[in-house]
């Protein structure tokens, strides 16, 4: 199948090219592969965080499979970048970005075209059922056999501890409301996916029927990460390019509240961030123990130098992909107890937890994994075997077939 799929995509390079169109015809004209549209907001490099990392190994996966992927990023195109194939699959067929009228034509010219509609974001599936409501037509009578929503994370979870954070009230009967309204339109589809069982497991509550977990896939690359000698400091990552998001309230916090009791322990602490970040974002956060790097394609030579990761969410939803991607890489970190939950792996697996209400604590836990190299070790080591036990990605593609492929029953 690898094979066929990289001649596929020398013969796509050597041909003329094709209209990038939303509606305009895929790479590969082949009848007999199951054709799959995959609609969310921008084309998903892992380095643009934000939940596209997980999109970025389910289109990539669907492609190794053997499926015909049409990819149609509503807002972005690529973020800026020069090459949009740099970590995607070269068969996948990228569209150009057009929001509501380029879903308006896919829905004109794709009726019957593709066996599998995935659409991932609550906004983006509001916007698909908006449009084929528009045209007379619904989900399942556009794709062919399958129908597939992607929560991507419970967002109505997020909005409101951030509300109660600010204002200090929050009710039960306000955050089921709003989950409500936020999966208004998931009984149109044949399947709800989210991303860990504790999403499912509150979607289902909700009365959402079908829900699937599908969380990360990741494999740790290039043998063993370093240890503990030879590594120093403190690392970061995750898009800062918006203001008033989960990442840009998490550093604030780490750097108002957390950050100075940590120097006065380690007089020579430095934080490296790395993700996208905002130009006033930036100026805010450097200082001369803090260097802002801004997104970097590659960032395994930060992870293989740093001793310490740092996840100090304080509100968020869905899953923590730069906790597993730092596990993954070797590299033990702090975080909250919300991301710990979203992760839900026993505690000292990878990472230590601290609650950001006690900022001296987090300080604390951060020197401690920062200078004992037993405990640091021993985090290590755990939690590389525990991402071999859970992210396995033939297991994830295994189920990402049956979502695909099995048959569903009314």
């Known amino acids: ?74 807002f972005e195109a690529d973020g800026g970048a020069d090459d949009p194939y740099r970590d995607l699959d070269a068969s996948i067929e990228i569209l150009e970005p057009s929001e509501d009228a380029g879903m308006r034509r896919l829905v004109e010219d794709g009726a019957g075209r593709y066996d599998v509609l995935w ?28 129908v597939i929503f992607d929560s991507e994370a419970v967002f109505a979870v997020r909005d409101f501890i951030a509300g109660t954070m600010a204002d200090g009230f929050g009710t039960g009967a306000a955050l089921m409301r709003a989950i409500a309204r936020e999966t208004r339109n998931f009984g149109q589809a044949d399947h709800v996916v989210t991303v860990s069982e504790a999403e499912g497991r509150l979607l289902s509550a909700c009365g959402i029927g079908n829900v699937s977990v599908l969380g990360l896939a990741l494999r740790r690359l290039g043998g063993k990460p370093p240890g503990f000698e030879g590594r120093g400091g ?35 602490a430095v934080l490296t961030i790395v993700g996208e970040v905002a130009p006033a974002i930036r100026r805010r956060l450097s200082r001369p123990s803090v260097a802002v790097l801004g997104r970097v394609t590659d960032a395994t030579a930060l992870f293989d130098r740093a001793r310490v990761c740092i996840a100090p969410t304080r509100y968020a939803a869905g899953i923590p992909h730069k906790v ?80 695909c492929e099995a048959p569903t029953f009314a």
């Open 234 to 268: 403190f690392l970061f990552i995750g898009s800062l390019a918006q203001e008033d998001q989960p990442n840009v309230d998490s550093l604030e916090w780490l750097l108002r509240e957390a950050w100075p009791a940590l120097r006065l322990r380690l007089p020579e």
């Open 324 to 403: 597993y991607e730092a596990v993954t890489r070797g590299v033990p970190l702090v975080l909250t107890p919300l991301l710990a939950e979203q992760v839900g792996w026993p505690e000292g697996t990878g990472y230590l937890t601290r609650d950001w209400r006690d900022p001296d604590a987090f300080a604390a836990a951060m020197a401690l994994l920062h200078e004992d190299a037993p405990t640091w070790t021993r985090l290590q080591e755990r939690g590389l075997a525990q991402v071999g036990a859970d992210c396995e990605p033939s297991g994830y593609r295994a189920a990402l077939r049956r979502l």
């Open 119 to 146: 659409v991932s974001r609550p906004h983006n599936i509001d916007m698909v059922c908006r449009v084929l409501a528009d045209a007379g037509t619904t989900a399942r009578a556009f794709a062919r056999s399958r």
């Open 1 to 74: 199948m690898t094979e066929r799929l990289q001649e596929l995509a020398t013969r796509d390079a050597a041909a003329p090219a094709r209209d990038r169109r939303p509606g305009a015809g895929s790479r590969i004209d082949d009848p007999f592969r199951l054709r799959v549209l995959y609609v969310d907001d921008s084309v998903p490099h892992i380095d643009l965080g934000s939940g596209l990392p997980r999109a970025n190994f389910i289109v990539n996966a669907m492609a190794q499979l053997g499926y015909v992927v049409t990819f149609y990023p509503v």
